[in-house]
């Protein structure tokens, strides 16, 4: 099995910025992606952004250019660096891994933008 275990959420500003983390534990060979997912009260969950071992990165088109998605594989350690953060980002970030048949999540950070 695969635990995962998101950290740095928190309270910003509008404009602000913010750094996750999400450090994976137990069985982590054969992990071949990481993501970032989020979900707002009421909303379904979405992805954010996602990263391949080996370094190809994706986003959604709501943080492109704002999020980056960034990988430490000697420390098992995903992160998510969150830039000119706006209110509409607010949401519980959920850290995902994927092997070829199997998808683990973790249980969440919450990450509230608000003046």
């Known amino acids: 099995q695969v635990q995962l275990v998101e950290s740095g959420g928190g309270l910003v500003q509008p404009g602000g910025s913010l750094r996750l983390s999400c450090a994976a534990s137990g069985s982590t060979w054969g992990i071949h992606v990481m993501g970032w997912y989020r979900q707002a009260p009421g909303k379904q969950r979405e992805l954010v952004a996602t990263?391949?071992?080996?370094?190809?990165?994706k986003y959604a088109d709501s943080v492109k250019e704002r999020f980056s998605i960034s990988r430490d594989n000697a420390k098992n350690t995903v992160y998510l660096q969150m830039n000119s953060l706006k209110p509409e980002d607010t949401a519980v970030y959920y850290c995902?891994?994927?092997?070829?048949?199997?998808?683990?999540w973790g249980q969440g950070t919450q990450v509230t933008v608000s003046s």
């Open positions: 995902n891994a994927g092997k070829t048949i199997s998808h683990y």
């Open positions: 990263i391949t071992d080996g370094g190809s990165t």
